[in-house]
């Protein structure tokens, strides 16, 4: 995310504007709020269904049991979704109650979610794998590292970003502290642009389940339109009314 210490003065000074102006941040945190509702709503219907029988039983109520792989790849699915959920919940948790270090530090946990989710949704049995994996091969399989690599498509350099900023401890981070900044000269800027990594952060969760329940569950898109329709209404709702959101995201649509 561009952040406003890499702009021109005049640039700057507008963006700072936008970041700061109220309604700009009440749209970010309508946003967090919309999309948090979408993935509690997601993680409370998986996490029965999977019981169930998972994403390939076309009538789980009928008793119907797909392979034992299957059950348990969706299993893991599920588990990725609910922690993904569990830590959205907490971050957003945190933005209420100003402590935006703690935001870094559960985006950087985001990210590597992400990855799984991702990888998952390239072969569900990566998902399998996962949840019969060792810690042992936990760290060899499904680091943070293997994963890009395994995917192509992260960067190294905005997870490491995210580690200096929230994960491992580093002076970077201080810029997320409020108390540190008594006159909130530059906490306030930090803060903003914060929120809305978060809220970039939480669609990209949001999209990667999507994505692939949409791939690999025969009842998902049948049973969670409203849902669907929901993420997508307040994704666009946000872009219009948040300018910095919008020009962030002008190649996204």
């Known amino acids: 995310m561009t952040t406003s210490d890499e702009l021109d003065d005049e640039a ?3 963006f700072r504007r936008a970041l700061l102006d109220e309604s700009h941040g009440d749209a970010r945190i309508q946003f967090l709020s919309t999309i948090l509702g979408v993935l509690v709503n997601i993680e409370d219907w998986l996490a029965i269904d999977s019981w169930l029988g998972g994403g390939k039983a076309e009538h789980p109520d009928r008793g119907e049991k797909p392979d034992l792989a299957s059950v348990m790849a969706f299993r893991a699915v599920t588990t990725v ?7 959205a919940d907490a971050a957003v948790a945190m933005v209420a109650k100003r402590r935006y270090y703690a935001v870094g530090a559960v985006i950087r946990q ?19 794998r996962w949840g019969e994996s060792t810690p042992a091969e936990i760290r060899s399989s499904f680091s943070p590292k293997q994963m890009r690599t395994l995917t192509g498509k992260f960067s190294n350099e905005e997870y490491w970003g995210h580690c200096d900023t929230g994960g491992h401890p580093a002076p970077k981070g ?6 540190l900044d008594p006159m909130r000269q530059s906490w306030p800027v930090s ?8 809220g970039l952060h939480l669609r990209r969760i949001w999209k990667a389940i999507d994505s692939l329940l949409v791939k690999h569950h025969v009842r998902y898109q049948r049973v969670r339109a409203d849902q669907r329709q929901l993420a997508e209404d307040a994704w666009v709702t946000w872009r219009a ?5 919008e020009a962030l995201t002008a190649s996204d649509g």
């Not at 998952?120 to 049995?125: G, I, K, V, W």
């Not at 201080?174 to 108390?179: M, S």
């Not at 803060?191 to 978060?198: F, Q």
């Open 191 to 198: 803060a903003a642009e914060l929120s809305i990594d978060l």
């Open 12 to 14: 700057h000074d507008e």
């Open 110 to 128: 985001l990210i590597e979610c992400e990855y799984l989710l991702v990888l998952f949704d390239e072969d569900l049995d990566h998902a399998r």
């Open 81 to 87: 979704a609910s922690m993904s959920t569990e830590l």
């Open 241 to 245: 009314d948040d300018p910095v959101v």
């Open 174 to 179: 201080a810029r997320l502290l409020e108390k």
